[in-house]
């Protein structure tokens, strides 16, 4: 039973990840009809405006420092970030400890630019252009961008680490009655999950219960209409884009600490999150969240010791292969609208 709850939390940790992309991508799809092979890219710059405004915050200069001597007995020259310099050394390193999760502040704005930008820039030219040419050209500006990281951060992952506070794991094991120490699990890695459902609530509510929203939701099942209706239908859809871009990338901001960024990580996710929407149903907002969840606990059960052993490499093919099965009997996917995908 522990393993099993144990699976269990390694899938919700993967399915929070493969949701957050698949729903910015089910957002995209289902506002402007695009598909966006450039949103893992999104996921990617999210984790390195958490590498950029960690390595802003660690900016220091020289001073000499009295109290303290060289081997020689001259006073030693220390390094001093500049937040100290601002805020005092306290304040200072208390702001350099939750540079995490002060990126999310950091990114938004510079996410949201971005997708602007993307939107505006090349994705309008696009709309009405076979699905195949939206695939090459958005697959082409994501090894542009990810080149682009490359050129700048290298192509070493960069660790990011979480703030102190959440360093260390959480005895799930003593919590539920289990022998201490059976069910061990990453604090942070429980952050990222609370965080993840925060976020996918609130873009549900956004389109649910918000005018803006509803405009949307409205647009996505019939554009001309509400264009009749004297509505810039177009202006909302890039505003769209943007939040869409703005969830891939504090979810690469929270990922940091995860999995250490590098500027193939978007692709290491692209493909998968593609799967994840395809499964729940394209255009499905639910039925995206649902696989994400679904998919990452499966990939979790695969990745044990006795189903390595008795199928190998089934936990680099399970997904794939329950998306074969969901295709071939649903193509529609688990969710998706009644004749999508089954012309």
């Not at 900016?59 to 420092?65: F, G, P, Y």
């Not at 961008?145 to 192509?155: P, V």
């Not at 239908?233 to 891939?248: L, N, Q, W």
Request: aromatic share 12%; proline share 5%; charged share 10%.
């Amino acid at each position: 039973m522990d393993a099993i709850i144990l699976q269990i939390l390694n899938g919700l940790d993967k399915g929070s990840a493969y949701a957050l992309i698949a729903l910015g991508l089910t957002l995209i799809f289902g506002t402007l009809g695009v598909v966006n092979f450039a949103h893992g890219a999104l996921f990617m710059l999210g984790a390195f405006c958490a590498v950029t405004l960690s390595q802003i915050l660690t900016l220091s200069h020289e001073v000499i420092d009295d109290t303290r001597t060289d081997f020689l007995g001259n006073p030693l020259k220390v390094d001093v970030p500049y937040v100290y310099d601002i805020f005092g050394q306290a304040a200072g390193d208390t702001i350099i400890d939750w540079a995490v999760p002060l990126g999310i502040l950091f990114a938004i704005p510079i996410m949201a630019g971005i997708g602007i930008a993307m939107e505006r820039g090349l994705i309008k030219h696009f709309y009405k252009r076979p699905h195949a040419d939206q695939i090459l050209v958005t697959f082409g500006l994501a090894i542009v961008l990810q080149e682009i990281i490359k050129y700048f951060y290298g192509a070493n992952p960069i660790p990011t680490p979480a703030p102190d506070a959440f360093i260390g794991s959480f005895d799930f094991g003593a919590m539920l009655g289990f022998d201490p120490g059976s069910i061990i699990y990453p604090y942070w890695r429980l952050v990222y999950f609370l965080f993840a459902m925060t976020i996918i609530a609130a873009v549900f509510a956004f389109l649910q219960f918000t005018t803006f929203g509803m405009v949307v939701r409205a647009g996505m099942a019939d554009r001309e209409t509400v264009g009749l209706l004297g509505i810039n239908i177009d202006k909302r859809f890039t505003i769209m884009f943007a939040i869409a871009a703005c969830v891939a990338g504090v979810a690469g901001v929270m990922y940091a600490p995860i999995n250490s960024p590098n500027y193939h990580m978007g692709m290491d996710f692209l493909v998968l999150s593609f799967v994840v929407v395809v499964v729940g149903g394209m255009g499905s907002l639910p039925g995206a969240v649902a696989a994400g969840f679904l998919l990452g606990i499966l990939e979790s059960f695969a990745s044990m010791s006795w189903a390595i052993n008795l199928v190998p490499g089934i936990n680099q093919i399970i997904i794939y292969l329950v998306a074969i099965i969901i295709l071939l009997t649903r193509p529609r996917g688990l969710l998706g609208r009644k004749g999508v995908m089954e012309d």
